[in-house]
């Protein structure tokens, strides 16, 4: 089973950036849809963006411009590395994100095979 570990989370002023990574380790991630999810509190979980193992992407329309969804099919351990990058921060808040991957799913279904652990994004002045 693929096993992904995320990083990069934190506190990000309005307006500012933050990237967050996504390293896969066991298996290749180059074969592997990569989506990235969000959570608020209390609300359910919503797709950001998704990149497929050709490197087409798609983004939710909140975020359309603004974060840019990569992978590094090599990455420091040659297992392969998910990213988001995520530029000009709109609304404070938490948002909990998760990275998943998969092999035959793609989109922003929950179907994933696959899930980060979770990274805490918190938006405040």
């Known amino acids: 089973q693929l096993q992904l570990v995320q990083s990069g989370g934190g506190l990000v002023q309005p307006g500012g950036s933050l990237r967050l990574s996504c390293a896969a380790s066991?298996?290749?991630?180059?074969?592997?849809?990569i989506g990235w999810f969000r959570q608020a509190p209390g609300k359910a979980r919503e797709g950001v963006a998704w990149?497929?193992?050709?490197?087409?992407?798609?983004?939710?329309?909140s975020v359309k411009g603004r974060f840019t969804i990569s992978r590094d099919n090599a990455g420091n351990t040659g297992y392969g590395v998910g990213y988001l990058q995520m530029n000009n921060r709109k609304a404070e808040g938490t948002d909990v994100y998760y990275c998943?991957?998969?092999?035959?799913?793609?989109?922003?279904?929950?179907?994933?095979?696959?899930w980060g652990q979770g990274t805490q994004v918190t938006v405040a002045s």
């Open positions: 998943a991957a998969d092999q035959l799913e793609w989109g922003f279904t929950a179907n994933y095979r696959d």
């Open positions: 066991l298996f290749y991630l180059e074969d592997y849809t």
């Open positions: 990149i497929s193992s050709s490197g087409d992407t798609n983004y939710a329309d």
